[in-house]
């Protein structure tokens, strides 16, 4: 039922046929941007002590970080593949080109994001000490490769 009213027009009425690679780019980056990307970081933000969990005794849950790392990751590839759905489109009227600019620039940082997040290095600190005991990490010692 939701997918015959994700399919179909928004005004029976009127023609408006974009083709259906360019339906399919705005529902995904929909789904990538509109609701992945801010459940991902409200996870990141609110459910790092959940409920039932242990806490203090239990300081270091996961599952946080793995919603957050994945839903993430998610966006990217689907903003990959709404890509791909534009260029196999093959319209190019030229009336869409600071679209075009966001889009490219909003994968590019997300690109830098992804890479920062492969750099991050160790991270250090009571939760997490190093082999000798210590506390040291990147992210700890705020080293400058953090």
């Known amino acids: 039922m939701i997918l015959e009213w994700l399919l179909s027009p928004v005004d029976p009425a009127r023609a408006h046929d974009v083709g259906l690679a360019l339906s399919w780019h705005a529902r995904i980056m929909v789904l990538g941007w509109g609701i992945l990307a801010p459940l991902a970081i409200l996870t990141a933000r609110y459910l790092k002590v959940l409920p039932g969990q242990n806490w203090p005794g239990e300081l270091d849950n996961k599952m946080w970080w793995r919603c957050h790392w994945m839903g993430q990751s998610t966006v990217l590839v689907l903003s990959a593949a709404g890509v791909v759905m534009v260029l196999l489109s093959g319209q190019n ?5 600071v679209h075009r600019l966001f889009g490219y620039c909003l ?3 997300g690109g830098f994001q992804a890479l920062s997040g ?3 290095g160790t991270k250090g600190g009571p939760t997490s000490p190093a082999p000798d005991g210590s506390f040291r990490g990147d992210h700890y010692d705020m080293t ?3």
């Open 93 to 97: 009227t030229g009336h869409e080109q």
């Open 144 to 146: 400058p490769r953090r």
């Open 107 to 109: 994968l590019a940082l």
């Open 118 to 120: 492969l750099l991050r």
